[in-house]
Every structure is written in structure tokens, then in C-alpha cells.
Nanobody, 124 residues
Framework: QLRLVQSGGGLVQPGGSLRLSCAAV????????IGWFRQAPGKEREGLSC????????YYIDSVKGRFTISIDNAKKTVYLQMDSLKPEDTAVYYC?????????????????WGQGTQVTVSS
């Protein structure tokens, strides 16, 4: 059974850092694209960043560029999202997802498998 298992998240003060992990269970990440999304209460799911497992190409939306870093460890079948300089508006449930077509995009409807989500709260 193909699953994405997320870990990390929690409560952090503004300006702090967190690292989210997304581990593939039951499959490898070969030739896939992996994206990170978030959804705040009352808002639509927002794509943040994605990476292709074959060549490590990355893409970020402007609001997280320079603060968030996506990376992949193919041996561990895990994708990470390092989040620095966090702001209260970054508070949301964060999700990772797989696009088996390996496209560089953040259209959530084209992602096939999703992690369970993890809460990130940025507050003093």
C-alpha cells in the first residue's frame, strides 16, 4: 500500500524554524515530483514548493522563496521542507503529495497521493 507519512511541525515563535518530513512507505520516489501544500482555516489549499526526484529541480511560490527549502533524500525515500523565518501567517496544516507524472507545478488536483497533514502554528 502506497503511503506518505509526515512528521515534524508543532508550535514555534515568529522568526523560528521547523523542518517537516515526508516519508514514502511502500514505494520509492524515483521519477516523481513531490510537493508541499498548506491549508489555513477558511482558506483554500495552497501549493508552496515542489521538487523532482530524478534531477532535483525545485520550484517555490514567491511568499516562501528564500525562507523555505525543499530537499530530497532518495536513499531514505524522504522529502523535507525546512522552514525558516516563520511568520504567524504561515500557520496552517501542511501536506506533502506525490505527482507520478513528475511535473513541476503546484496544481493540487494533479497530485495522486497525499500525506496525513501536520499542524504548524507560529505564535508568540
Amino acid at each position: 500500500q502506497l503511503r506518505l507519512v509526515q512528521s515534524g511541525g508543532g508550535l514555534v515563535q515568529p522568526g523560528g524554524s521547523l523542518r517537516l518530513s515526508c516519508a514514502a512507505v511502500g514505494f520509492t520516489l524515483d521519477y516523481y515530483a513531490i510537493g508541499w501544500f498548506r491549508q489555513a482555516p477558511g482558506k483554500e489549499r495552497e501549493g508552496l514548493s515542489c521538487i523532482t526526484s530524478s534531477d532535483g529541480n525545485t520550484y517555490y511560490i514567491d511568499s516562501v522563496k528564500g525562507r523555505f527549502t525543499i530537499s530530497i533524500d532518495n536513499a531514505k525515500k524522504t522529502v523535507y521542507l525546512q522552514m525558516d523565518s516563520l511568520k504567524p501567517e504561515d500557520t496552517a496544516v501542511y501536506y506533502c503529495a506525490i505527482d507520478r507524472r513528475a511535473g513541476i507545478h503546484l496544481d493540487p488536483y494533479l497530485y495522486d497521493y497525499w500525506g496525513q497533514g501536520t499542524q504548524v502554528t507560529v505564535s508568540s
